[in-house]
T-cell receptor, first 112, second 116 residues
Framework: DAGITQSPRHKVTETGTPVTLRCHQTENHRYMYWYRQDPGHGLRLIHY???????DKGEVSDGYSVSRSKTEDFLLTLESATSSQTSVYFC???????????FGAGTRLSVL | KNQVEQSPQSLIILEGKNCTLQ??????????LRWYKQDTGRGPVSLTI?????NTKSNGRYTATLDADTKQSSLHITASQLSDSASYICVVSRLNYGGSQGNLIFGKGTKLSVKP
């Protein structure tokens, strides 16, 4: 998975609790992305980062926040998880916005 | 609206047979088109990427075609193997994108099952 590690791989949590997902890369790529994948939908962009402390919102950013304090780490936080955030979350990286994106193995999150 | 439509939604073929997956898009302005393979429980992996000027690109038994005039692409798999069972996702990249959708527009994928 192109030097990308997502943690945890699986998580079950309760509605209203905060959750943080981590993406770690060893490729030194500038761009990092968080997507969610749900049945009946294509991959949808949540947030992305174009450098340390440089982030921007994606298509489905409501209820999510991100942080990037180091080139290699991109964190996705659900401040107060809801059942609608049950999904599979993928991190991706790329050298530039136009380059191929390499995806991590995903985190399966269930919010009960 | 920027959209990528894939067909069929799912497909079952016998091992050794060929198949073709379709992708139609309405993304503008167009930058490039990508095909990804996603195995169950894994992240997508890039198969091909084609720019406006390329109309065919191969990666082993996978051959992608692009008709930028009709905004259609296809992915042809030759002599299928059991390991080809996966979802295949068509992704179109926008040039000089704007807005929160990002520069990549993802199709919903075609789920291919190869049976022995």
């Amino acid at each position: 998975d192109a030097g990308i590690t997502q943690s945890p791989r699986h998580k079950v949590t309760e509605t209203g609790t905060p959750v943080t997902l981590r993406c770690h890369q060893t490729e030194n790529h500038r761009y990092m992305y968080w997507y969610r994948q749900d049945p009946g939908h294509g991959l949808r962009l949540i947030h992305y980062s174009y450098g340390v402390k440089d982030t921007d919102k994606g298509e489905v950013s409501d209820g999510y926040s991100v942080s990037r304090s180091k080139t290699e780490d991109f964190l996705l936080t659900l401040e107060s998880a809801t059942s609608s955030q049950t999904s599979v979350y993928f991190c991706a990286i790329s050298e530039s916005r136009e380059d191929i994106q390499y995806f991590g193995a995903g985190t399966r999150l269930s919010v009960l | 609206k920027n959209q990528v439509e894939q067909s069929p939604q799912s497909l079952i073929i016998l091992e050794g047979k060929n198949c073709t997956l379709q992708c139609n898009y309405t993304v503008s302005p167009f930058s490039n088109l990508r095909w990804y393979k996603q195995d169950t429980g894994r992240g997508p992996v890039s198969l091909t990427i084609m720019t406006f000027s390329e109309n065919t690109k191969s990666n082993g038994r996978y051959t992608a075609t692009l008709d930028a005039d009709t905004k259609q692409s296809s992915l042809h798999i030759t002599a299928s193997q059991l390991s080809d069972s996966a979802s295949y996702i068509c992704v179109v990249s926008r040039l000089n994108y704007g807005g929160s959708q990002g520069n990549l527009i993802f199709g919903k994928g075609t789920k291919l099952s190869v049976k022995p």
